[in-house]
């Protein structure tokens, strides 16, 4: 079956470009990233960091003029049953950006946990819920290099169902959902550290949960509001008010 391309959709400033652009207009204090291999997007932050990956592979110095720059070699799920970041940076966490396991029950996890130690007017980033493709989507990471796929060796996972997800058990939140390449990007604001909608829920989320559903996937793309980058305004989006 032929894979469906929707690149033109998603063809706007890099993610990459556009954290860096959201690390300078806001300043944040305190950053929390999960996923961090190569480094590309924690040598970013010029402030008090944290960073979470079960290997890194930094290629680039990421400690830059950052004050504090701790790292923890695990996963996430392992990372917040063992410390507290809160504790650690001795306050709530300005920014976060969520790229870890590419598959949707990991980033709900992430985020679920994540928002508890921000502040109502904290960003949480999430990466790659725009996928282009319907085969990178696939749970399996072979998937990448699917004979059918558009976009060979591109695996973005599930966590696209983050989107639905929030909207549905979320609405309170406010999310920017942005064509930045390649796969999109995704700012999450009016959080609320106390709300339990989505833990309490996460037993149903999960069981209500389908993988790889090409019209659940079409279906999405028909729906989703995307923001482009050269319209974005970070200033009325009032990041750390």
């Keep these: ?23 300078k207009k806001t300043k944040p204090t305190t950053y929390f990233e999960i996923g961090v291999q190569f480094g590309d997007t924690i040598k970013l932050a010029e402030c ?30 392992v990372f917040f049953e063992n410390h507290n970041p809160s504790t650690i940076f001795g306050r709530s966490i300005d920014l976060a950006f969520l790229d870890g396991m590419h598959l949707f029950e990991f980033l709900l996890r992430d985020f679920i946990n994540t928002e508890k130690h921000c502040a109502p007017d904290s960003v949480i980033a999430l990466h790659d819920c725009l996928p282009p493709g319907f ?23 599930d966590v696209w169902k983050m989107i639905p997800t929030l909207q549905k058990y979320r609405p309170d939140l406010s999310l920017t959902i942005i064509d930045s390449a390649p796969t999109g990007l995704v700012l999450i604001t009016r959080l609320d550290p106390s709300d339990n909608t989505l833990s309490e829920n996460y037993g149903k989320i999960i069981a209500d949960f389908q993988a790889m559903d090409r019209d659940e996937f079409t279906g999405y793309w028909s729906r989703v509001q995307v923001t482009s980058t050269d319209r974005l305004n970070l200033t009325e989006l009032r990041l750390f008010k």
Aim: proline residues 5%.
């Design 48 to 77: 008090a960091t944290i960073g979470v990956d079960p290997r890194f592979r930094c290629e680039t110095n990421i400690i830059g003029g950052k004050p504090i720059c701790q790292l923890f070699q695990q996963t996430s799920d």
């Design 135 to 157: 085969y990178m989507t696939s749970r399996d990471m072979a998937d990448a290099n699917h004979p059918h796929s558009a976009f060979p060796g591109w695996w973005a996972g």
């Design 1 to 23: 079956m032929q894979d469906v391309d929707f690149r033109e959709r998603v063809s706007g400033k890099s993610y990459v470009n556009l954290l860096e652009d959201i690390h």
